[in-house]
Every structure is written in C-alpha cells, then in structure tokens.
C-alpha cells in the first residue's frame, strides 16, 4: 500500500491558522499608534502630572512614563511593525541589517506625523485648564543653553543626545537579538528608555528620537523650533554608530527585526512543504 504526504500549501494553512503577514498599511498604522501613544503619554505625563499640586510625579514619574509608553506599545504591537515609533530607531535597526530600506521614508513620515497628532492632542487637554499657557507651560518641548532644564549648553546637550540614542540602540539590538532570551525585549526596552530619561532630562528634557522632538516644537515654536535640528542629527549619529557597530561587536547576523509570528510560521510550513513534496511514497 502507497500512502503520499500531502503536500502542505503554506498560503492556506497560515490563513487557517490565523497567522497572516502584515501589510505596509498596517505596520505604518501601528507606527503612527505607538509614536502618537509615546508623545501623548510621555510629554503628558510632563506637562500634565510632573508638577501636580501635592501629587505631582516629578521627574521619576516622567521617566516612567515614558519606558511604560514604549514598554506597552512594544507589546502590542511589535509583532506588527517591530515597534520602533522612533526615526533613530528605523535608521539604526536599517543599519543593522535589521529592516529592510524600503520601510525607512515610510516609517520615518508616520511616526513624525504620530508625534505631531500627539502633541495637538496634548495641546488640546492641556488648553482645558484656564492656567496652562503655551508660551510658559509648553509642551515638553527639547532644548539646550535656555531650552535645557538645567541650563546645559550646546556640546552637553549633543554628546548626551549622541551617547544616550547610541547606548539605546545597543540595547535594542541586544534585546531583539536572535539569540537573546524570548519574550523580554519590550521589557528591556522600556527601562532602558525610563534609566535614559532619569539621566538626561536635566540636560536637555531627553529627546533620543527625533519624531518626539518635533511634535512638541512645531506647537511651540520659538526656541524650541529653532534648536530642532540637534534633536534630529544627534539621536541619528548615535544610532548610526550602533547600527553599523553591533554586528561587528557581538558577531551577530543581519536579519528583519522582529519577524512576525505568520511569517515565522509561514517560513516553517513552506520548509515542511518543500521537503514533503519530494518526499517519495511510503511503501507500507
């Protein structure tokens, strides 16, 4: 008797499974999502809560919040797009040999576009209370010299930005690594960006992504829009510097930076596919 492996269709069975790729649509809708979530809940917390009469959360809170935005959308929706919701992180990853340069511009557009819908929002429950002014109060806006909530200057504020992007780039990197522990990443992630925050708000609010700098300077303008520009060539140079380094410090492989579950297990099935069918009969 001749019984033939079927032969495994890997486009049916990952649509059986539920386990589709995703489209650019969807990992540019998460991107903008997530970059919208780190502005709103990030500069929020600063804007919002930092000074709350009696309550106010101070810097640590604004720390918090910000690895928690990151930490959170990471998890939600890092299977999708890799969670990056960070130009400096797109060009680094890219870099790496970790995304592929069609998902860069792409990438980059919404995530300005997500920052900058998440500072009007801000800027909107923010106008709700009769004392907040924009001029005074802000909206967390990135500085240095009189921008800087420590009066840092110039070559501070852009070795920070420098040194901070490409310490958290690494951290990435490592993080998401193929032969990192599962499951941790946005952990890692998340307390790596709040420990960055505890470091470098003084010297210049913390930027470390360009896309959070600029949703803040466009409502503010003035000096904030004027200094932009370091908040843009500071956390890029610093990952640059990682990206085009990891490999050759820890040896690792370029690969995509987080593959999604379907196109993990759409990988797999069409491996068994090719080996089941030519697979000769069994003869039993």
């Given at each position: 008797m001749s019984v033939v492996t079927p032969v495994v269709n890997a486009a049916e069975l990952e649509e059986q499974l539920g386990f589709v790729s995703p489209t650019l649509g969807q990992r540019l809708g998460v991107e903008f999502l997530g970059t919208f979530w780190l502005v709103l809940g990030g500069c929020g917390s600063a804007v919002l809560a930092a000074a709350f009469p009696h309550v106010g959360i101070g810097l640590l809170g604004v720390s918090l919040a910000f690895g928690l935005t990151v930490l959170t959308m990471a998890f939600a929706f890092g299977h999708i797009?890799?969670?990056?919701?960070?130009?400096?992180?797109?060009?680094?990853?890219?870099?790496?040999?970790?995304?592929?340069?069609?998902?860069v511009l792409p990438y980059i557009l919404v995530q300005v576009l997500g920052a900058t819908a998440g500072a009007g929002v801000l800027y909107l429950i923010a106008s709700g209370n009769p004392a907040y002014h924009l001029a005074t109060n802000g909206l967390a806006a990135n500085g240095y010299g009189a921008g800087?909530?420590?009066?840092?200057n110039l070559t501070a504020a852009l070795l920070t930005e420098v040194v901070m992007t490409m310490l958290f780039l690494f951290i990435i990197l490592g993080a998401t690594d193929r032969r990192?522990?599962?499951?941790?990443?946005?952990?890692?992630?998340?307390?790596?960006?709040?420990?960055?925050?505890?470091?470098?708000?003084?010297?210049?609010?913390?930027?470390?992504?360009?896309?959070?700098?600029?949703?803040?300077?466009l409502f503010v303008g003035g000096l904030a829009l004027s200094q932009l520009w370091l908040f843009?060539?500071?956390?890029?140079?610093?990952?640059?510097?990682?990206?085009?380094?990891?490999?050759?410090?820890?040896?690792?492989?370029?690969?995509?930076?987080?593959?999604?579950?379907?196109?993990?297990?759409?990988?797999?099935?069409?491996?068994?596919?090719?080996?089941?069918?030519?697979?000769?009969?069994?003869?039993?």
């Open positions: 797009s890799g969670g990056h919701f960070n130009p400096a992180v797109t060009v680094g990853l890219w870099l790496a040999g970790r995304q592929g340069p069609k998902f800087s909530p420590g009066g840092f990192a522990a599962k499951g941790f990443g946005p952990l890692a992630i998340g307390l790596a960006l709040t420990l960055i925050h505890l470091i470098s708000i003084p010297v210049t609010n913390t930027s470390v992504n360009p896309a959070r700098s600029t949703g803040p300077a843009w060539v500071a956390p890029l140079v610093g990952a640059a510097l990682a990206g085009v380094t990891y490999r050759f410090l820890t040896g690792a492989e370029g690969r995509e930076p987080i593959a999604t579950q379907g196109q993990r297990i759409s990988q797999a099935i069409t491996s068994i596919g090719d080996v089941t069918s030519s697979r000769p009969p069994t003869d039993l």
